[in-house]
């Protein structure tokens, strides 16, 4: 299995802890912005990418689909999936998304929240994805911004007195392997560029339909720390289409 930091117990205590692990997707601040560029689900065969607690999957489920996939690393993960999130339309599996193999054209819709910057080869996981989907099916995922992923840290910088100062952006251009801070715990990330994620699409046979950097919603700004999240970008979403 590839590393999995969410099976760890005090980490994944830690993430339970979460707004959006609480609140599923009315916790999520970009899932104001996910929501407007997904695809009809009514009748689709869906796979979920790192589908963690399922929020996207029963969403799925309950929007119509014919049958959701939904894939994740971690067995707690799963449980919780399991416990929250089960519709008799969802099926989960536990398996490294660079692991998996379907036939072609398995699938009318592909979605992944968060979980690509977990990923070192992108470009053979989208390699898999544009066979595993059919023709004219969507591809929709999100994934922390270039400009988030490249310094590594995921830190502010901090004055004397502990007030932001700025967010660091350095080694933008050198892509791989990153040692982040999530939740106080150290994660490997892996950093690409925007010209990394889109140009791996294009030669996989995907047509770019929407590149949305979302900001918070007006509803969270007066969450502690949300209004910071407007001096840089933190997420990605990407919507593609199979030719």
């Avoid at 560029?37 to 790192?50: E, T, Y």
């Amino acid at each position: 299995m590839k590393e999995n930091k969410y099976d760890n117990e005090e980490f994944f205590l830690k993430y339970s802890q979460m707004d959006r692990s609480k609140r599923g997707l009315k916790g999520a601040g970009e899932w104001s912005e996910l929501q407007k560029v997904l695809p009809d689900f009514a009748s689709k065969r869906v796979l979920d990418l790192g589908c963690g607690y399922g929020w996207h999957c029963i969403y799925a489920a309950e929007h119509g689909a014919e049958s959701v996939t939904g894939i994740d690393i971690s067995e707690k993960m799963l449980e919780t999936a399991g416990e929250k999130n089960s519709h008799e339309k969802i099926r989960y599996r536990r398996c490294a998304m660079e692991d998996l193999d379907f036939p072609k054209e398995s699938f009318d819709v592909v979605i992944s929240s968060l979980a690509f910057h977990y990923v070192k080869d992108f470009e053979a996981l989208a390699e898999k994805i544009s066979q595993w989907i059919v023709p004219g099916g969507k591809f929709v995922f999100s994934a922390e911004h270039p400009v988030f992923t490249a310094y590594g840290t995921q830190d502010w910088y901090y004055d004397e007195d502990g007030e932001i100062l700025h967010f660091p952006v350095d080694r933008y251009f050198f892509e791989g392997k990153r040692d982040a801070v999530f939740l106080g715990e150290q994660v490997v990330k892996y950093h690409r560029t925007l010209t990394t994620y889109l140009n791996t699409l294009l030669r996989h046979g995907f047509v770019l339909r929407h590149i949305t950097e979302p900001k918070p919603p007006e509803e969270m700004l007066d969450l502690p720390g949300m209004r910071d999240e407007m001096r840089r970008p933190m997420m990605l979403i990407v919507a593609a289409e199979k030719e």
